[in-house]
């Protein structure tokens, strides 16, 4: 029952472009077809009507002399003398009598069955006042014609057809009429006429010629279709069971589509969202791993304390010395904690609404750390204009940026050494550079310092976390704020943060 599913069309999406393409081509196609097939059949019935009243013209002209003989014989047959001119007795089926003339070896019946066989056509002989004088159709009685429509447009001098049934027969027919002599003199009229089967015959040919070739059209429509639609759904088929095999833990899973299409640039995407939740997904196991390291830490210094304190009877100094040691245990694992919720909260995105007076947030933390770089013998020197505007970033977070950075910088320089605050503004950024005298970073270690838990252990003490950094990363990406690290080893570094001002984000 599979293969009745894949014929519903909200299952199907090449089903749906099949149907899609045809309900089009139904509709171009069709349109087409009809306006052709009714235009061809139009010119095909006029070509033959053209056709036929040429004949008439040429049987009409052809006929002027026997006509005119005819008539003057029937109108004065028992004076009419002429020794050239033999006398020819017909009778019709009927048993009607006629009497021709003839001129030479032929008589007016003679002519007309002539041109009636040459032309395939019904021929009928009238005289000026529509008495059928002769037809080459037997079935066409001695009678006076009605006034139809092609006849009273020849005695006007016009040309007009006529379709429509015939009296005698029943037959669909296409009549034409000529008239004999001229407008101002005539002596007759000549009718043609032939079956509208043949002229339809031609039609229907037509007909069929065009509908074949719409069953051409749509069925390559039709191969277009499922070959387009193959194209298209059997890279849907491959992204589908990718992202399943991706979310069953298949993180190996990629698609490697030559494409340049935008079947190509989704399977590019696809690929690159891979990459990027496998790194993720590698970065949160490191992250994982490093967190339980740097927490294991300080628990087994804590636990072995508490074990030692126990031990610890009557020695009052000893038993000092483990409760400061465990109070900075304490504060180490407080402070670890406090940088990963920091760090969870600026990678989650949450923002800050309020923003801050820069200039003030930074003298503050300037003398808050005072203290700190006195106790180094690090001179803490800052350039901290009072004008600054306000920046698109909390002052909590403003004061984890500046503050880190400070105290990366007193951290890693050398008594003797100094450090400098810097701030100021361009047409777009408000930028505050903090830069030392100190030990510097090494050039291969630079593009790892913004990973969680990364430590440049050369000529450092352990005393970081390793998450500083990337805590400001992750604050400065979240506000739309900017970090760049210039750095020397034994010369210094010069870290510039750039922060969005109030006014450049209005």
Known sequence: MNWLKRLDPRRSLTLRIILINLALIFLALGSLVAWTGFRLQKSIIEEAEHELELRALIVANGLREPVKKQLEFEESEDEYDDKDEEEHEYEDEEGHRQVFVSFG????????????????????????????????DPVVPIHIEERHPEITTALRGSEQHDIRLDEWTGEERLFVAAVIGSSDSVEGLVQL????????????????????AALVLTALFVVASIILGGQITRPLRRLTLAANRLA????????????????????AAFDHMAEQISELLAR????????????????TALQLRAELLQMTSGDEARRNRYLQEIREETEKLARLLQQLLNLNRAESGAQSAAPTALSPCLEEIV????????DAGVSLQADIPP???QICIGPEDCELV????????????PAGGAVYLRASVNAKWVQVMVSDTG??????????????????????????????????????????????????????TTVTVRFRSKREAI
Do not use: C
């Not at 190996?252 to 190509?264: A, C, I, K, N, P």
């Open 439 to 492: 030990i510097g970073i090494p050039e291969a270690d630079l593009p790892h310092i913004f990973e969680r838990f990364y430590r440049v252990d050369k000529a450092r003490d352990r005393t970081g976390s390793g998450l500083g950094l990337a805590l400001v990363k992750a604050i400065l990406d979240t506000h739309g704020g900017e970090i760049d690290v210039d750095s020397r080893e034994g010369e210094g």
């Open 284 to 299: 949160e196991r490191a992250f994982v791993a490093n967190a339980s390291h740097e927490l294991r830490s300080p628990l």
């Open 248 to 267: 069953a833990g298949d993180l190996s899973t990629r698609l490697d589509m030559d494409r340049q299409d935008e079947l190509g640039a989704l399977a």
């Open 367 to 374: 003398a808050s750390m005072q203290p700190l770089a006195d």
């Open 193 to 212: 006429s032939v079956p509208m089967t043949e002229i339809m015959t031609r039609v229907h040919a037509m007909w069929a010629v065009l509908f074949t």
């Open 387 to 389: 004008d600054l505007p």
């Open 105 to 136: 070896e032929r008589d007016l019946k003679t002519i007309v069955d002539s041109y009636a066989e040459e032309m395939d056509a019904r021929v009928t002989i009238l005289d000026p006042s529509l008495n059928v004088r002769y037809s080459s």
């Open 402 to 413: 500046v503050r880190n950075l400070v105290d990366n910088a007193i951290k890693y320089t």
